[in-house]
């Protein structure tokens, strides 16, 4: 609609900004170039470090975390992983705590792959599991709206268990087909080799997101074991 967006990086340790896009040098799709004064490099497993005037000296009256921020060499440690263009442009993607370690030690950064999988608008919520496993698993949150337009489609009662729904040999092909597409741009190791449905969508009320709205990782690997021991036993 004619307004430009120019997308930027920063934390409170760093006096928030670190990097931005501006109108003559921007890329879209990256939080831009770290601003005059400010360094930012990569460490071996892509978490984003940070050195400049803007970064904080360490909390309050808490000398373990912060010794714990710094590295050796005195970068700050953002939790970020990303990732930096040769032009200097630097694109988040993921937090580190999020990201899975396969069983075969292959890193995997969940966010991208599950925004991928949100494309098809009968899926509200993808959650990707697979820390310390073989291969990649999907969990999947069915958007209410559409999960209620295809049960109508298809004669079946509104109020339908989503994971019977998805059962519809249609829907399950409609899903499959996804997978499969987003697999394809993709290497082995960061595949989807099998899915299931939530019974309900995640939400804050259940515990299973933050008030952000972020995806409570730990509590979904818990509250859902046996459903995602059945997509390994297959």
Same mark, same amino acid.
């Given at each position: 609609?004619?307004?430009?967006?120019?997308?930027?990086?920063?934390?409170?340790?760093?006096?928030?900004?670190?990097?931005?896009?501006?109108?003559?040098?921007?890329?879209?799709?990256?939080?831009?170039?770290?601003?005059?004064?400010?360094?930012?490099?990569?460490?071996?497993?892509?978490?984003?470090?940070?050195?400049?005037?803007?970064?904080?000296?360490?909390?309050?009256?808490?000398?373990?975390?912060?010794?714990?921020?710094?590295?050796?060499?005195?970068?700050?440690?953002?939790?970020?992983?990303?990732?930096?263009?040769?032009?200097?442009?630097?694109?988040?993607?993921?937090?580190? @705590?999020?990201?899975?370690?396969?069983?075969?030690?292959?890193?995997?950064?969940?966010?991208?792959?599950?925004?991928?999988?949100?494309?098809?608008?009968?899926?509200?919520?993808?959650?990707?599991?697979?820390? +310390?496993?073989?291969?990649?698993?999907?969990?999947?949150?069915?958007?209410?709206?559409?999960?209620?337009?295809?049960?109508?489609?298809?004669?079946?009662?509104?109020?339908?268990?989503?994971? +019977?729904?998805?059962?519809?040999?249609?829907?399950?092909? +409609?899903?499959?087909?996804?997978?499969?597409?987003?697999?394809?741009?993709?290497?082995?190791?960061?595949?989807? @080799?099998?899915?299931?449905?939530?019974?309900?969508?995640?939400?804050?009320?259940?515990?299973?997101?933050?008030?952000?709205?972020?995806?409570? +990782?730990?509590?979904?690997?818990?509250?859902?074991?046996?459903?995602?021991?059945?997509?390994?036993?297959?």
């Amino acid at each position: 609609i004619g307004v430009p967006i120019l997308e930027g990086y920063g934390l409170t340790e760093t006096s928030a900004p670190v990097t931005l896009n501006t109108l003559a040098n921007r890329q879209i799709g990256t939080v831009g170039r770290p601003l005059p004064g400010t360094e930012v490099r990569l460490a071996s497993d892509g978490e984003v470090l940070v050195k400049g005037p803007g970064v904080f000296s360490g909390y309050f009256a808490n000398p373990s975390a912060t010794a714990e921020a710094f590295d050796g060499d005195g970068w700050f440690k953002t939790g970020d992983i990303g990732t930096m263009s040769r032009t200097g442009f630097l694109t988040i993607t993921d937090r580190k @705590k999020d990201l899975i370690i396969t069983a075969g030690g292959k890193n995997i950064a969940p966010q991208p792959i599950e925004g991928q999988l949100r494309r098809d608008p009968l899926i509200e919520q993808a959650v990707l599991i697979g820390d +310390r496993r073989p291969y990649l698993v999907a969990l999947f949150g069915l958007d209410p709206e559409v999960h209620r337009s295809l049960a109508a489609e298809h004669a079946l009662g509104a109020d339908m268990d989503p994971a +019977r729904l998805a059962e519809v040999p249609e829907i399950k092909a +409609r899903i499959d087909r996804m997978v499969a597409a987003i697999n394809a741009e993709r290497p082995s190791f960061e595949q989807v @080799k099998s899915w299931g449905v939530l019974p309900a969508p995640l939400s804050v009320e259940t515990g299973e997101l933050t008030p952000t709205l972020k995806v409570k +990782r730990r509590e979904i690997q818990t509250r859902y074991a046996r459903l995602i021991d059945r997509l390994y036993e297959s």
